[in-house]
């Protein structure tokens, strides 16, 4: 099943929420919106250059964030609104070997019976 951009940001927000700042997150990753998938890339928009060259701070654990999620190798690309291109996949899909190790699970629960 294809993973939609949305819910990969989701949780990626919620990783990095947990992982910092409050005035950081709401400044630095709050803003950003994301706009899909072009070659393995996930394509975030950044509201201007300033902002660009903020978040560029952060793409390490963002990128962090989404290889934990997809177990893939893929890359974030910071766009402006004009940058985007118009080839751009709403999903990303899924190849069947794929861990699905951040589903927030609790390991006490367990389903032997």
């Known amino acids: 099943m294809p993973l939609e951009v949305n819910t990969i940001w989701k949780y990626i927000q919620t990783h990095l929420e947990s992982k910092m700042s409050p ?3 709401q400044s630095f990753i709050r803003p950003l ?4 998938f072009l070659n393995n890339t996930l394509l975030l928009e950044v509201p201007d250059e300033f902002y660009r060259q903020w978040v560029t701070r952060y793409l390490p654990i963002i990128c962090t964030s989404l290889q934990q999620l997809t177990n893939k190798p893929l890359t974030i690309e910071l766009l402006l609104p004009e940058e985007i291109p118009d080839d751009v996949l709403p999903v990303l899909e899924e190849n069947n070997n794929t861990s699905y190790e951040y589903m927030p699970l609790n390991p006490k629960y367990t389903f032997d019976t």
């Open 23 to 25: 005035d950081a997150y």
């Open 33 to 36: 919106r994301p706009v899909g």
